[in-house]
């Protein structure tokens, strides 16, 4: 297997010439900060690279595939204009290098997929679903724009309607109604799913190398020209969006609980 120079909130295992890639911050729900971010920018070009892939598999370690954006990061976005232009730039990498990438990406949403993780799958080639599991995108919730999410991909998958529905309102799509809705191909028992996503990638795999991969570019091509046009203004969208005041005080009231918490001392009583 080629050597891969990831950040650590990633994992790359290789089964034959498929590469098995892990969300790596189960504790943390899988959700994003600047290494996952940044990690997942890097990753798509040196699949590219890798010689012996034919198929990919994308998941999280522990019970769930992506929570989002953690919120102390968007919080440093929000502040950081720097740090937000770096991350924009790696979300516009991201989508291309997804909808751009030569070998199929199969995913297998072990838990719930939320902002970042919904957009993942939503760009994923074929997608495998855990019955427990639930897609959501609830930036607009946040006073965030979704720069690389549902309003991006979605009216590609299911109807203009139905993307309207859940992109402005954040609401959860159960497993079986992402798949009625055409957003995943196939929801399994929680233990299976990922089992089903290698199987599927194996199955790929063996089939002739180039037809594959020619195939999917001429599929992905329709997903390429919706971000071409589209992903611009969104991420100069999702840029002013940081600087909201709802999004302002949606991230105060979530991070203050959590700064008085960490600050109280452990018996309830005043520190001397």
Same mark, same amino acid.
């Given at each position: 297997?080629?050597?891969?120079?990831?950040?650590?909130?990633?994992?790359?295992?290789?089964?034959?010439?498929?590469?098995?890639?892990?969300?790596?911050?189960?504790?943390? *729900? $899988?959700?994003?900060?600047?290494?996952?971010?940044?990690?997942?920018?890097?990753?798509?070009?040196?699949?590219?690279?890798?010689?012996?892939?034919?198929?990919?598999?994308?998941?999280?370690?522990?019970?769930?595939?992506?929570?989002?954006?953690?919120?102390?990061?968007?919080?440093?976005?929000?502040?950081?204009?720097?740090?937000?232009?770096?991350?924009?730039?790696?979300?516009?990498?991201?989508?291309?290098?997804?909808?751009? +990438?030569?070998?199929?990406?199969?995913?297998?949403?072990?838990?719930?997929?939320?902002?970042?993780? +919904?957009?993942?799958?939503?760009?994923?080639?074929?997608?495998?679903?855990?019955?427990?599991?639930?897609?959501?995108?609830?930036?607009?919730?946040?006073?965030?724009?979704?720069?690389?999410?549902?309003?991006?991909?979605?009216?590609?998958?299911?109807?203009?309607?139905?993307?309207?529905?859940?992109?402005?309102?954040?609401?959860?799509?159960?497993?079986?109604?992402?798949?009625?809705?055409?957003?995943?191909?196939?929801?399994?028992?929680?233990?299976?799913? *990922?089992?089903?996503?290698?199987? +599927?990638?194996?199955?790929?795999?063996?089939?002739?190398?180039?037809?594959?991969?020619?195939?999917?570019?001429? *599929? $992905?091509?329709?997903?390429?020209?919706?971000?071409?046009?589209?992903?611009?203004?969104?991420?100069?969208?999702?840029?002013?969006?940081?600087?909201?005041?709802?999004?302002?005080?949606?991230?105060?009231?979530?991070?203050?609980?959590?700064?008085?918490?960490?600050?109280?001392?452990?018996?309830?009583?005043?520190?001397?």
């Amino acid at each position: 297997m080629s050597t891969y120079d990831l950040t650590p909130e990633l994992e790359v295992e290789a089964d034959g010439p498929i590469r098995v890639i892990r969300l790596n911050r189960p504790e943390q *729900l $899988n959700a994003a900060n600047h290494g996952l971010h940044r990690g997942l920018a890097e990753l798509f070009p040196q699949l590219d690279a890798d010689a012996d892939v034919r198929a990919v598999v994308l998941t999280g370690n522990g019970r769930a595939f992506s929570a989002g954006g953690d919120f102390a990061y968007l919080d440093e976005l929000a502040r950081d204009a720097d740090r937000r232009r770096e991350t924009l730039a790696h979300g516009k990498q991201i989508v291309t290098g997804m909808v751009q +990438c030569r070998i199929p990406i199969v995913a297998a949403v072990n838990g719930p997929a939320v902002g970042l993780g +919904c957009s993942l799958v939503a760009l994923s080639d074929i997608v495998f679903m855990a019955e427990s599991a639930h897609l959501a995108d609830p930036h607009v919730m946040m006073g965030l724009v979704a720069a690389d999410g549902g309003p991006v991909t979605w009216p590609l998958l299911t109807s203009l309607q139905l993307a309207k529905e859940y992109a402005l309102t954040g609401d959860r799509i159960p497993a079986k109604r992402a798949a009625e809705m055409g957003l995943v191909n196939h929801v399994c028992a929680d233990a299976d799913v *990922l089992d089903h996503a290698v199987a +599927c990638a194996h199955r790929i795999a063996r089939l002739p190398r180039q037809a594959v991969e020619d195939t999917l570019r001429i *599929l $992905n091509l329709h997903m390429e020209r919706a971000v071409v046009a589209t992903l611009d203004f969104a991420l100069a969208a999702e840029d002013r969006s940081f600087t909201s005041s709802e999004l302002r005080a949606n991230l105060d009231r979530v991070l203050s609980p959590a700064k008085e918490e960490k600050q109280a001392p452990a018996s309830g009583k005043e520190e001397p």
